[in-house]
């Protein structure tokens, strides 16, 4: 199940680059884009957490993938039509962009802390179990 991300990721890439400099994208789509990268990134690293607990689901995962990202993007555009913005002149940014912003990116930081948690507890355990300590109380029984 690995290799569809990887897969996806060869595709995009060559999707992009085989049309050469013509592929332009605007301010909008570029916030649209960020938005949904942050989910997609997201929905990647709670993925990677899920299987290192024995918890992961194929089509929670791609389903999660495609909610999250569409909704993100979504939220932004309903921001943008509400005129939740802030800021001056051109420099106006929309208010949902900068919420969706801050809670993918602390969600990101708790998968980071969590993925780190299990990674670190798992290399403890194989070291005890490559060394397992002798208990001098126990040595003499």
């Known amino acids: 199940m690995i290799l ?47 299987r290192l607990t024995n918890q992961f689901d194929d089509v929670i995962f791609i389903s999660g993938f495609f909610v999250n990202a569409l909704l993100a993007g979504g939220l932004v555009v309903l921001g943008e039509r509400l005129g939740l913005e802030t800021g001056f002149g051109d420099e106006r940014v929309s208010a949902m962009l900068i919420a969706a912003a801050v809670v993918f990116g602390a969600r990101i930081f708790n998968n980071l802390a969590a993925l780190r948690r299990i990674l670190i507890e798992r290399w403890r355990d194989s070291r005890r179990e490559a060394h397992p300590a002798t208990d001098a109380s126990t040595a003499g029984a």
């Open 4 to 50: 569809l991300p990887l897969l996806a990721l060869a595709l995009g890439f060559f999707a992009v680059y085989s049309t050469g400099r013509t592929f332009e994208a605007d301010e909008a789509l570029a916030r649209y884009t960020a938005v949904a990268v942050l989910a997609g990134l997201d929905t990647v690293l709670g993925g990677l957490r899920a």
